[in-house]
């Protein structure tokens, strides 16, 4: 067989992972947006560099758009088969993706507008009708169990611990009288998080997918979360009368965030100002968070014990419609804004940014990964200027950043990750979702842990298995 990597190879996002049986049957791992890559973004997500139309099953790790936001357009593009996920994924996909119609309808009717006379109208990657019958091709299948996708392909989903329903993929192929054992980590999560369980153990597989996002770094902050973030608002909102924005993913980090204030406000250390989340998504990615409780760890288990609603605290408001957004901009009052996306390159919070980045009474916080060339990328790094909506501004406010709330594993996570398996009977690592130097890097932990045998494969690479 052969697998071939068409997205998030040297790179992060655009996750799609192809996998050829000897029969033809096609099994694709993902199918998600390139997100924060430039110029580059565009021609990336036009183009699959396979045909859609030939593949036979489709498998997703879990629901952030970088993993499935072009599932629509394969089936634009003439894919009629499964796809497969966990029953969480399913619910948070379905209003993730018709988000993303939505925006990229806006986006080209916006573009439209604004396009000279005689030019190529924009046209959006999918369209809400796309979701729909996108949806319909959906099955869920529940995690430890072994589901026969056909004759020759079993398939079984462990806890990613990324978020809620994340999975990672676990699949036993049949060919010429041989049984393969491939596993894709799909994104790895935290042991120890705030919110979710850890990453499951899974059998010895013969090749691993494997992600690589932070495989050059540690989380560990000095200080817990509820301190640095109670730092940070007390100096920013009650000391110098500012705003803290933070640019936030509506699945995962925004809970995330809410969980550890409410949290504060149990101990009585929340700071008395307001909070905003600025973001219908976040809204109902949060009740499907709400509805999936067995995803939850047992500390958090215990604190439901005692508080009903742990993403809900005094001073909380979900902001909806987009003159309740527009609002917040001109209200002087001090307050907490959070609001998608995580990298800032669009929705909300960029419009909060421009309007906060250039008084040195706030402070924007990051709190999680930023692709280098985002434009949360750029603030995580220190530029001292930034383009925004066509204009350059002066980076005044304060930058800020809590790295131990990404929702990916370090290095010692995703080593932990594989600490189950025997290096000796993996044949090959695949190292995928990762910027090139740090995938480099943590090949080298993987060699120090006796996985030598490690591909770091190119866009559209093909590998025989």
Not at 142 to 167: K, M, R
Not at 241 to 263: C, D, H, M
């Amino acid at each position: 067989m052969k697998i071939a990597f068409h997205g998030a190879a040297r790179a992060v996002t655009g996750s799609k992972h192809l996998i050829t049986l000897k029969n033809n049957t096609q099994i694709l791992l993902d199918c998600g947006l390139f997100q924060g890559m430039g110029d580059l973004t565009e021609g990336l997500n036009e183009s699959f560099g396979f045909d859609p139309s030939l593949v036979s099953y489709l498998i997703l790790s879990h629901a952030h758009i970088d993993h499935c936001g072009l599932l629509p357009r394969l089936v634009a593009e003439g894919f009629k088969g499964n796809i497969y996920c966990t029953p969480a994924t399913m619910d948070l996909a379905r209003i993730l993706l018709m988000d993303s119609a939505k925006i990229q309808t806006q986006d080209a009717e916006y573009a439209n507008r604004k396009m000279r006379q005689g030019g190529e109208p924009e046209m959006p990657l999918y369209t809400e009708k796309d979701v729909i019958q996108t949806l319909s091709q959906f099955k869920v299948v529940n995690y430890n169990e072994d589901f026969p996708i056909d004759s020759n392909v079993t398939l079984n989903f462990t806890d990613a611990g990324h978020i809620v329903g994340s999975a990672a993929v676990h699949l036993k192929i049949s060919e010429d009288g041989k049984t393969t054992n491939i596993t894709f980590s799909g994104d790895v999560g935290r042991y120890g998080d705030l919110l979710l369980k850890s990453p499951q153990s899974f059998p010895q597989a013969d090749y691993v997918i494997m992600e690589s996002t932070y495989g050059d770094s540690l989380h560990q902050d000095l200080e817990p979360i509820e301190n640095t973030l109670k730092e940070i608002i007390n100096q920013t909102c009650i000391v110098k009368k500012g705003k803290v924005i933070i640019p936030a993913f509506s699945v995962g980090r925004t809970q995330e965030l809410l969980y550890a204030l409410n949290a504060m406000e149990l101990k009585n250390n929340l700071p008395d100002v307001q909070y905003y989340v600025d973001s219908p998504l976040s809204l109902q990615a949060t009740e499907v968070l709400r509805n999936h409780p067995e995803v939850y760890n047992n500390g958090v288990k215990e604190v439901m014990k005692v508080d009903k609603d742990i993403f809900g605290f005094k001073g909380l408001k979900f902001i909806e419609s987009v003159e309740e957004s527009k609002a917040l901009n001109s209200d002087p009052r001090p307050c907490v804004i959070i609001s998608s996306s995580g990298m800032a390159e669009g929705g909300r919070v960029k419009h909060h940014i421009r309007n906060n980045i250039s008084d040195q009474k706030n402070t924007i916080l990051m709190v999680g990964y930023a692709e280098p060339r985002s434009l949360a990328g750029k603030l995580l790094a220190g530029q001292p200027k930034v383009w925004l909506f066509g204009q350059e501004y002066e980076v005044v406010a304060d930058t800020r950043s809590i790295r131990s709330m990404s929702a990916h594993g370090d290095y010692e996570d995703l080593l932990q990750f594989l600490s189950g398996q025997d290096p000796n009977q993996i044949k090959r690592i695949f190292l995928v979702h990762g910027e090139y130097k740090v995938q480099q890097i943590f090949a080298g932990h993987l060699n120090d842990k006796g996985f030598h045998n490690v591909a770091i494969p190119e866009y559209h690479q093909e590998f025989e298995v």
